[in-house]
């Protein structure tokens, strides 16, 4: 065995030694780079081994030495100048079953997942290997691998390898279940609330710390309140908005106190605190919170945790997950909900509900995990328990074992002195205690003989006479082989007073009077759809009874001592479910079923495995046959008990049923810190050892699975104990892009409908190419469908890996993402994909793609659940009411064929983009950038802000034409050399655009002092000192003027005009002709910038604002700038960029051409001739409110809008020329050519830039990875952050309650205006007509808002004309972070049906009620920007206020004193703005008598 001398090298330092291993080639004669070998010391034939790839050859590193990067030695243990053996081994030797990837601080799409695992198969990777993907601009790092039943520390990744992608930025939901319980005290005797906060809370917030997690969390407390009413009469009439009934008839009321919100933390237990504040107040301020004086309310009780809303919770956060694509951040991937209770992981649910959420879960791929602080029961959990609507007294129970929950008991580590027994079951409490307890209805009015413990004891004596285990064999016995129902009898037992278990399993069982016309009525309860039902029909109409638990036998109130009365009983098509032994019942395994398993390694046993589940190994064995062999290895008492959730000192030890892993004290603590596991050991090469004979085999081939277990190939027994899934809770796994179940051909043709299309990208591309304005290199077939497949991907759906191989010994082993089929012609591909139960085939094949869908024949009905709730958001003052919708989405109504073809033409104007097809969307405002705000620190007041001042505009406009120059990738001429030397850059400048400092597209706008010069004509204020430009020495300027004869001819003095330090260089004379003003402008050198030649704009091409600011600063007559431009136009010497003559010129950033230029030069290029190509084309905003900028007008005194005779309309949209909001142009997103896809997507923009309005920009694509869309964003954000910044907004900011999208836990905070402040109560607005006085209140609420520094935002109408709805304006403060919202109801504005969404609103956040006659509230709409991420922002607190309050809390603060009028403030305000008036008319009256006088 040749060894080799170890050297180590640290990567970065030296060239040739940037790989993790160096050798000499003349060592190997035989090794290939990508070969993998194994490196291991020769003393330790079982010790570690490293796996490490040969990426280059150097001949440098010396003869029989390898270099091995320093930092993998040190993990590995290997120690420098030691000998080792390096073998070169088989990839298939050493491949990896599965493989654990963390990333953080970004956003990884599924399409990205998908190219990644590309990217990654065949390489080879250790623990902690960071991995860049560049093309794709991904970092990421590996977490933990398998390999034939073991963690092991290297492998190499094949086709076959599982990769599961855990985010350690995630969208995390925290839901607190504040039930009765909470107030019980455990086993230990502390309160279930501090087993949950100080308990669990306080470990899961220091193990996100310890991973350096950086969640964006959502913390929200929610229970049950249960009144004791007979009918809704009892209530008072501010109580019946809310109220729901049960299926009892009971009347509840569900609160949700949300007490963090979408916000980042470094350190998470500053908040426990918070937590336990609200703990003290929370059942006294829920269950007391209708009160009033002199009002009888019914009593109130908190629900059980059995009882809770535990499914409308998970649908809560499922409505705000599925919306994942409308606010899209760039630094988070993954949503997970966690509901924490106090309960032992029963619930009675609602049956139409839990398929609800059940089939929502599973198709949004949201983590969903139960963390129960009860004590674990001995029966299988989680266990929902459905409503039993049929209240005869025969009827039975039905339930179900969610997979899709993934369930997690927390146990403290605490000792008990005397004891080390810990019970599993929670005893029941003794005598009346239980009615007080088990909430309203429940017992009530009943003698307590339904408690069997408060019976008299002595009846029990004879308990031992009836045969339990018997009766039970009986009733769970497997199925005969022929499925057929057979009529047994039950052994007749002796008559005892028990209360007998059949009363309860068989109560509606009454099978011989089934008639059929009764089993429709049944099927409608079938349980779960995934469950394997018998053929027949009668079969299929029987839902999976089972008995009751003893919670059944303790507090039903039917429950009475009777006689055992044992009726024949038919058996119904499979056994019942038993939560005490749910293993006898296996399903039919669906695409539900496996839709998370790839998540799970696979253990020793071959079978896929929970890693918190742990097996407890009774030390005595137990009678034969009843022991099942599982792994009989005694763990170290030693354990760290934090991974094996064990006390020391049990009867028993626990094993992991994961681990076969060597335990040893001086292990490396690598993966999640705690669990000290050894996992360097040396791996077998052998197969497999065969499976113990009685352990379970079920793999993926077979077409079953157990019930319970979200692997479904674990067994339950009782011995399982359940510990805390940690892994989950603190880098959550996101949805995995493999998958392995198909359903047979049978099933195929019996049980979907199918249907197919096939598309010829080349053929449609061909045509799409000729009629398209700008040619794009097309996609090929191959990228179209490797795009289809992404689509479908990150829409959800699963590549199917289906094995061909036979089945090992190991189980299910998965087979490659690519099933080639019919290799007869390179380009033939198949890939298989499936979400729920729709499955999509696509084959490629020559120049062919052909998607097959497959379709349920028989979908679910759609279910639509209508719910309300009462919650309390951060700084809101009540629980306001709320409600929502909860639906499951019609998959198979996806509009696949045309996402086909938007993709095969490259997203064509016939292939828009619709709502329906979820596509991704980034929106941002752009903001002025205000100095102001940082006066609001030392200031104690913030209404502090300047009405609209002309100082920055023009700075401003200028930032945003250079922001549209880079969304539009537009160069301009000469601006190359610009950079070399000062003076070139002056002069290139000053001929484009006169004084403007235009900036290049494409160049840092930091690095040159004369980037900030931006020269004013019309008003000689200073500029700000920062980057002042230098004065120009006299001796340069006479170079700088090379007159012209075109300029000579035009009558054009050259003069020196030294103007703020900047020359100009012509004026032209009072008397100059279009024709020569034309001439001067078309000059290449002192004309108007033309941009550089770009694809689809004309040569000479310039944008209308640089005209009109470069007329401005020539023209010293009254002479208008635009009227000019337009003369030009109508002469026919400029044109609209696209060859439209019909488009008059436009003020703004819109293109148009010089008409006059010799068609024959070599750089001439002609127009599109086509408008509506041209516009998909290019960005065209139109310029209002800033028309001073190029041309001087009358300053005329302000007069506040609200008080002028005739106000000025609110925004601009009634007065833009195209009368549209927004419009929508092709953005190529690869700006940098990084990626290796095509990328494309779109921006929707405003059609207007007003300054002091907010400007939108939404970035919308389908066909883009996230790491380069937020490149290119990041990007713009630095070229505009000089006068402006961009700042991403959500698509709903306001999230009112009752609306579609909305956020169900974000909502408005109404703060209302006082109107009350003048003397002698007078009305405001009394002396304007009555028509115009509602809108006057708006434009005054307007000015207020303006006072605080909110800009106002144009939205487009969101109803259609002629109704009769209130006027609303949105507005957004200018740092962005917060929003406001005006509305105002016109004078006969009716309130509809409460279910209407105005109605609502109204009624809920304006305090409204049905009725018309209630005065109407006039106040603002209030709500936080959650998009910025908030931790920057937590850093601006005002240092000189003595508790140091945020900057948005004091915001709020002030904003809500001068609402009320504190100080007199709205007042004062009131009385300036009169004051203001008065001047007016005073100055006006003046002038009017001075012109008459001179008329005299």
């Known amino acids: 065995m040749k060894l080799y001398k170890l050297n180590t090298h640290t990567r970065g330092c030296n060239k040739s030694y940037d790989a993790d291993l160096v050798m000499n080639l003349k060592d190997h004669p035989n090794a290939n780079v990508g070969d993998v070998v194994e490196i291991y010391a020769p003393d330790e034939e079982n010790g570690t081994h490293l796996l490490l790839q040969i990426t280059e050859f150097n001949g440098s590193c010396g003869r029989d030495v390898i270099s091995i990067e320093s930092g993998i030695a040190n993990a590995f243990k290997m120690r420098p100048y030691s000998n080792v053996v390096m073998r070169i081994v088989k990839p298939a030797d050493v491949a990896l079953d599965s493989i654990e990837i963390t990333f953080k601080d970004q956003y990884m799409g599924r399409s990205e997942m998908w190219r990644l695992k590309t990217y990654l198969t065949d390489t080879c990777v250790y623990v902690n290997k960071k991995i860049d993907y560049n093309d794709m601009q991904i970092r990421c790092q590996v977490y933990e691998m398998w390999s034939q039943g073991e963690r092991v520390a290297s492998g190499v990744i094949t086709e076959d390898t599982k990769i599961v992608f855990r985010s350690s930025t995630s969208m995390v939901y925290l839901f607190l279940q504040m039930s009765s319980e909470m107030w019980d005290f455990d086993i230990h005797g502390d309160l279930y609330f501090e087993?949950?906060?100080?308990?669990?809370?306080?470990?899961?917030?220091?193990?996100?710390?310890?991973?350096?997690?950086?969640?964006?969390?959502?913390?929200?407390?929610?229970?049950?309140?249960?009144?004791?009413?007979?009918?809704?009469?009892?209530?008072?009439?501010?109580?019946?908005?809310?109220?729901?009934?049960?299926?009892?008839?009971?009347?509840?009321?569900?609160?949700?106190?949300?007490?963090?919100?979408?916000?980042?933390?470094?350190?998470?237990?500053?908040?426990?605190?918070?937590?336990?504040?609200?703990?003290?107040?929370?059942q006294a301020t829920v269950l007391r919170y209708h009160e009033r004086e002199n009002m009888k309310i019914p009593p109130a009780t908190n629900s059980s945790a059995t009882q809770g809303n535990f499914l409308e919770v998970l649908n809560i956060s499922l409505n705000t997950f599925e919306k994942h694509y409308l606010d899209r951040t760039f630094d988070r991937t993954g949503q997970l909900s966690v509901v924490i209770t106090p309960g032992v992981g029963v619930f009675s649910v609602d049956r139409e509900l839990t398929n609800i959420t059940k089939q929502r879960i599973i198709d949004n791929g949201v983590g969903s995990d139960l963390v129960c602080v009860g004590e674990q029961p001995l029966h299988a959990v989680p266990l929902l328990k459905f409503h039993n609507k049929d209240t005869t007294l025969t009827s039975a129970d039905d339930y179900s074992l969610p997979h899709w929950i993934n369930l997690s008991f927390y146990s403290t580590n605490k000792k008990i002195a005397y004891s080390s027994f810990i019970p599993r079951i929670k005893l029941p409490l003794f005598g009346s205690q239980l009615t007080l307890h088990d909430g309203v209805g429940e017992g009530e009015g009943e003698e307590n003989e339904g408690h069997f413990l408060s019976c008299n004891q002595s009846e029990y004596k004879h308990n031992s006479l009836f045969d339990y285990d018997a009766y039970d064999e009986q009733i769970f016995q497997p199925l005969p082989a022929q499925s057929t129902c057979s009529l047994q009898?039950?052994?007749?037992?002796?008559?005892?007073?028990?209360?007998?278990?059949?009363?309860?399993?068989?109560?509606?069982?009454?099978?011989?009077?089934?008639?059929?016309?009764?089993?429709?009525?049944?099927?409608?309860?079938?349980?779960?759809?995934?469950?394997?039902?018998?053929?027949?029909?009668?079969?299929?109409?029987?839902?999976?009874?089972?008995?009751?638990?003893?919670?059944?036998?303790?507090?039903?109130?039917?429950?009475?001592?009777?006689?055992?009365?044992?009726?024949?009983?038919?058996?119904?098509?499979?056994?019942?479910?038993?939560?005490?032994?749910?293993?006898?019942?296996?399903?039919?395994?669906?695409?539900?079923?496996?839709?998370?398993?790839?998540?799970?390694?696979?253990?020793?046993?071959?079978?896929?495995?929970?890693?918190?589940?742990?097996?407890?190994?009774?030390?005595?064995?137990?009678?034969?046959?009843?022991?099942?062999?599982?792994?009989?290895?005694?763990?170290?008492?030693?354990?760290?008990?934090?991974?094996?959730?064990?006390?020391?000192?049990?009867?028993?030890?626990?094993?992991?049923?994961?681990?076969?892993?060597?335990?040893?004290?001086?292990?490396?603590?690598?993966?999640?810190?705690?669990?000290?596991?050894?996992?360097?050991?040396?791996?077998?090469?052998?197969?497999?050892?065969?499976?113990?004979?009685?352990?379970p085999n079920l793999t993926a081939t077979q077409a079953k699975s157990y019930l319970w277990g979200a692997t479904g190939e674990q067994e339950w027994t009782p011995a399982i104990t359940t510990g805390v899934d940690w892994k989950s809770l603190t880098i959550p796994a996101c949805l995995p892009i493999t998958t392995d179940y198909f359903p047979d051909k049978r099933s195929l043709n019996n049980d979907y409908v199918i249907s197919d299309y096939t598309l010829l990208p080349d053929d449609v591309n061909h045509d799409y190419a000729q009629s398209r304005a700008v040619y794009r290199k097309p996609l090929s077939t191959e990228e179209v469908c490797k795009e289809i497949v992404s689509q479908r991907l990150a829409q959800g759906f699963q590549l199917i890996v289906v094995d061909e191989k036979p089945p090992t010994a190991g189980g299910c082993s998965s087979g490659s993402a690519v099933q080639p089929v019919k290799l007869s012609r390179e380009t033939n591909k198949e890939y298989l994909l499936s979400i729920g139960r729709i499955f999509h085939k696509i084959s490629l094949s020559g120049s062919v793609i052909t998607v097959t869908g497959y379709r349920p024949r028989h979908p679910y009905p759609p279910i639509n659940v209508d719910y309300r709730y009462?919650?309390?958001?951060?700084?809101?003052?009540?629980?306001?009411?709320?409600?929502?919708?909860?639906?499951?989405?019609?998959?198979?109504?996806?509009?696949?064929?045309?996402?086909?073809?938007?993709?095969?033409?490259?997203?064509?104007?016939?292939?828009?983009?619709?709502?329906?097809?979820?596509?991704?969307?980034?929106?941002?405002?752009?903001?002025?950038?205000?100095?102001?705000?940082?006066?609001?620190?030392?200031?104690?007041?913030?209404?502090?802000?300047?009405?609209?001042?002309?100082?920055?505009?023009?700075?401003?406009?200028?930032?945003?034409?250079?922001?549209?120059?880079?969304?539009?990738?537009?160069?301009?001429?000469?601006?190359?050399?610009?950079?070399?030397?000062?003076?070139?850059?002056?002069?290139?400048?000053?001929?484009?655009t006169s004084i403007i400092s235009r900036p290049q597209p494409n160049q840092g706008l930091t690095n040159s002092p004369f980037r900030e010069r931006v020269g004013s004509n019309r008003l000689p204020e200073k500029r700000p000192s920062i980057n002042v430009r230098p004065k120009l020495e006299n001796g340069r300027i006479p170079r700088i003027f090379p007159a012209t004869d075109a300029a000579a001819a035009a009558g054009v003095a050259a003069r020196d005009d030294q103007d703020d330090g900047f020359p100009v260089d012509i004026k032209f004379s009072p008397n100059a002709t279009l024709p020569e003003i034309f001439e001067a402008m078309k000059h290449p050198v002192n004309g108007v910038g033309f941009f550089s030649q770009t694809q689809s704009l004309p040569s000479c091409t310039f944008v209308a604002y640089d005209a009109l600011m470069w007329l401005k600063t020539r023209l010293n007559n009254g002479r208008h700038p635009l009227d000019l431009l337009e003369a030009m136009r109508k002469e026919r010497m400029i044109c609209h960029a696209s060859g439209d003559w019909k488009k008059p010129v436009v003020p703004g950033f819109v293109f148009y051409y010089v008409v006059q230029q010799d068609k024959n030069a070599k750089d001439y290029a002609p127009p599109l001739d086509d408008y509506s190509a041209f516009v998909n084309e290019w960005?065209?905003?139109?310029?209002?409110?800033?028309?001073?900028?190029?041309?001087?007008?009358?300053?005329?005194?302000?007069?506040?809008?609200?008080?002028?005779?005739?106000?000025?309309?609110?925004?601009?949209?009634?007065?833009?020329?195209?009368?549209?909001?927004?419009?929508?142009?092709?953005?190529?997103?690869?700006?940098?050519?990084?990626?290796?896809?095509?990328?494309?997507?779109h921006v929707k923009h405003h059609t207007v830039l007003q300054p002091r309005f907010a400007f939108e920009i939404v970035v919308e694509w389908v066909t883009s990875s996230g790491p380069i869309v937020a490149d290119l964003i990041g990007g713009w954000m630095r070229k505009a952050n000089q006068f402006n910044f961009l700042v991403s907004v959500?698509?709903?900011?306001?999230?009112?309650?009752?609306?579609?999208?909305?956020?169900?836990?974000?909502?408005?905070?109404?703060?209302?205006?006082c109107t009350t402040f003048l003397p002698n109560g007078a009305a405001l607005f009394d002396e304007f007509p009555e028509e115009s006085r509602s809108d006057r209140m708006l434009f005054f609420q307007e000015a207020i808002l303006g006072k605080f520094g909110f800009l106002p935002c144009v939205?487009?109408?969101?109803?259609?004309?002629?109704?009769?709805?209130?006027?609303?304006?949105?507005?957004?403060?200018?740092?962005?972070?917060?929003?406001?919202?005006?509305?105002?109801?016109?004078?006969?504005?009716?309130?509809?049906?409460?279910?209407?969404?105005?109605?609502?609103?109204?009624?809920?956040?304006?305090?409204?009620?049905?009725?018309?006659?209630?005065?109407?509230?006039?106040?603002?709409?209030?709500?936080?920007?959650h998009m910025i991420p908030n931790k920057k922002w937590k850093a601006q607190t005002i240092n000189n206020s003595a508790d140091g309050e945020l900057f948005q809390l004091k915001m709020l603060k002030d904003f809500r004193e001068f609402c009320s009028n504190s100080d007199q403030r709205l007042s004062t305000f009131w009385t300036q703005s009169q004051e203001l008036k008065r001047r007016a008319q005073k100055f006006e009256f003046n002038n009017n008598n001075t012109e008459e006088n001179k008329m005299k």
């Open 489 to 695: 009898r039950v052994v007749r037992a002796k008559k005892t007073s028990v209360p007998s278990l059949e009363t309860y399993a068989y109560r509606n069982n009454d099978w011989e009077n089934l008639t059929p016309t009764q089993i429709p009525a049944m099927r409608r309860k079938m349980s779960d759809p995934d469950i394997h039902h018998g053929t027949s029909a009668m079969l299929a109409a029987l839902q999976p009874d089972t008995t009751n638990l003893s919670e059944s036998l303790a507090s039903e109130k039917n429950a009475r001592r009777t006689i055992v009365s044992i009726a024949p009983i038919v058996r119904p098509g499979r056994a019942l479910i038993n939560p005490f032994d749910p293993s006898q019942v296996t399903i039919k395994l669906t695409s539900n079923r496996r839709r998370w398993t790839h998540i799970f390694p696979k253990g020793p046993t071959g079978v896929l495995i929970q890693q918190h589940h742990y097996q407890a190994v009774p030390a005595k064995p137990t009678q034969a046959g009843q022991q099942r062999p599982l792994q009989q290895i005694q763990s170290n008492n030693n354990n760290d008990q934090e991974d094996y959730g064990c006390a020391n000192g049990e009867q028993y030890d626990r094993v992991s049923s994961h681990s076969l892993l060597s335990k040893s004290a001086s292990s490396q603590s690598f993966v999640m810190g705690d669990e000290h596991i050894d996992f360097f050991k040396r791996r077998q090469n052998s197969p497999m050892n065969p499976l113990p004979a009685n352990v």
């Open 1290 to 1313: 959500p698509a709903d900011p306001m999230a009112e309650p009752f609306t579609k999208k909305s956020d169900p836990l974000r909502g408005p905070i109404f703060i209302p205006l």
């Open 1179 to 1241: 960005l065209e905003i139109e310029f209002q409110g800033c028309s001073f900028l190029w041309h001087d007008e009358p300053v005329t005194t302000p007069v506040p809008n609200f008080l002028r005779d005739s106000p000025a309309p609110q925004s601009w949209t009634e007065t833009s020329s195209n009368k549209r909001v927004y419009r929508q142009s092709h953005l190529e997103i690869d700006v940098n050519q990084k990626s290796d896809r095509m990328e494309w997507g």
């Open 1355 to 1425: 939205l487009e109408k969101k109803y259609s004309v002629g109704k009769d709805l209130p006027k609303e304006y949105q507005y957004v403060h200018c740092t962005g972070n917060m929003f406001a919202l005006i509305r105002c109801a016109t004078n006969n504005y009716q309130v509809e049906s409460p279910i209407l969404k105005e109605a609502n609103v109204t009624r809920c956040v304006y305090g409204h009620t049905n009725n018309t006659n209630v005065p109407k509230k006039v106040g603002f709409l209030w709500a936080w920007n």
């Open 870 to 992: 009462r919650f309390h958001a951060p700084q809101h003052e009540t629980y306001e009411i709320s409600g929502v919708n909860f639906t499951t989405e019609k998959l198979e109504n996806f509009n696949w064929n045309h996402m086909d073809l938007y993709i095969c033409t490259r997203g064509d104007v016939d292939y828009p983009l619709m709502e329906s097809l979820k596509y991704w969307r980034y929106r941002m405002y752009l903001l002025p950038r205000e100095n102001i705000v940082s006066k609001i620190a030392s200031c104690q007041r913030c209404d502090i802000f300047p009405d609209v001042t002309a100082d920055n505009t023009r700075e401003q406009v200028e930032d945003f034409v250079r922001l549209i120059e880079a969304v539009s990738k537009l160069k301009r001429q000469y601006a190359r050399k610009a950079r070399d030397s000062p003076i070139a850059h002056i002069t290139k400048r000053r001929h484009s």
């Open 195 to 282: 087993k949950a906060v100080n308990g669990f809370l306080t470990e899961l917030f220091q193990k996100w710390r310890k991973l350096s997690c950086n969640h964006e969390v959502t913390i929200v407390l929610f229970s049950r309140t249960f009144y004791a009413a007979k009918s809704l009469d009892e209530f008072p009439e501010h109580m019946r908005d809310c109220l729901q009934q049960d299926y009892k008839g009971r009347f509840y009321e569900d609160f949700y106190r949300v007490a963090i919100q979408n916000e980042r933390c470094d350190d998470w237990c500053t908040v426990l605190g918070q937590l336990r504040k609200l703990f003290t107040s929370y």
